[in-house]
């Protein structure tokens, strides 16, 4: 249940932001599907090779994926604080972008932080809200935040929350006088992984390096 306080802020939000965010017209009835759009053209059950104008190129300085499989031994859960945990996926010092997935195992608080940089995250199991905003994410929800905002993350459900994110920019986390504690990077999430591994003898995954 969000607080009035973060109710009216919320409501204020809105409203500034209306302007380019207020909802188009009902429609009466479901519109037509859109006309001359052709993809997908094939649904073959095969490899195509395709015309390549800079193969060459490609071939020497295009970055192979990266892929990190679900299970543990390609990552790690590393707890975070005494009721949480996070499991690394990936590592882009050029960008300072890090992603993971953060598991509050039960009811519990991620407390107040502010973001340098863009968020986004999707909800994979359990709930979660911010204490600043009025909606609470479910399984599949989407999240997307820009630089400067701040807030404070909850769930209240028994089970906690898993949440996918992809950050881009440093986290400044607060404590709850609103002091300034410390700055999370893509160096301190690497340093985060890093140092659970070489203490549980776990090899460094090369995967999770951009
Ligand atoms: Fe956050």
């Known amino acids: 249940m969000a607080t009035t306080a973060s109710?009216?802020?919320?409501?204020?939000?809105k409203a500034a932001a209306g302007a380019h965010k207020?909802?188009?017209?009902?429609?009466?009835?479901?519109?037509?599907?859109p006309k001359g759009i052709k993809a997908p053209p094939s649904t073959a059950y095969k490899i195509v090779d395709i015309p390549e104008t800079y193969r060459d190129v490609i071939q020497r300085y295009a970055v192979p994926?990266?892929?990190?499989?679900?299970?543990?031994?390609?990552?790690?859960?590393?707890?975070?604080?005494?009721?949480?945990?996070?499991?690394?996926?990936?590592?882009?010092v050029r960008h300072n972008i890090f992603s993971n997935i953060l598991w509050i195992k039960s009811k519990g608080v991620?407390?107040?932080?502010?973001?340098?940089?863009?968020?986004?995250m999707i909800c994979l199991e359990g709930s979660v809200r911010y204490l600043?905003?009025?909606?609470?994410?479910?399984?599949?929800?989407f999240i997307y935040e820009t630089p400067g905002?701040?807030?404070?993350?909850?769930?209240?459900?028994?089970?906690?929350?898993?949440?996918?994110g992809w950050l881009?920019?440093?986290?400044?986390w607060y404590d709850d006088k609103?002091?300034?504690?410390?700055?999370?990077?893509?160096?301190w999430f690497m340093n985060h992984y890093e140092t659970y591994c070489r203490e549980h003898g776990i090899p460094l995954n090369k995967q999770l390096y951009l």
Request: proline residues 9%; negative net charge.
């Open 65 to 92: 994926e990266t892929f990190v499989s679900a299970e543990e031994k390609d990552s790690p859960w590393v707890p975070f604080g005494t009721n949480a945990a996070i499991r690394h996926l990936a590592f882009d």
């Open 110 to 120: 991620v407390g107040t932080h502010k973001h340098r940089g863009t968020v986004v």
């Open 149 to 164: 905002l701040t807030h404070t993350l909850v769930t209240d459900d028994p089970k906690g929350v898993k949440l996918f």
């Open 178 to 187: 609103g002091n300034f504690v410390e700055t999370s990077d893509v160096w």
């Open 22 to 33: 207020s909802a188009p017209p009902a429609q009466k009835s479901a519109p037509p599907a």
């Open 7 to 13: 109710k009216a802020t919320s409501a204020a939000r």
């Open 132 to 141: 600043e905003y009025d909606w609470v994410a479910t399984p599949g929800a």
């Open 168 to 172: 881009q920019g440093p986290l400044e």
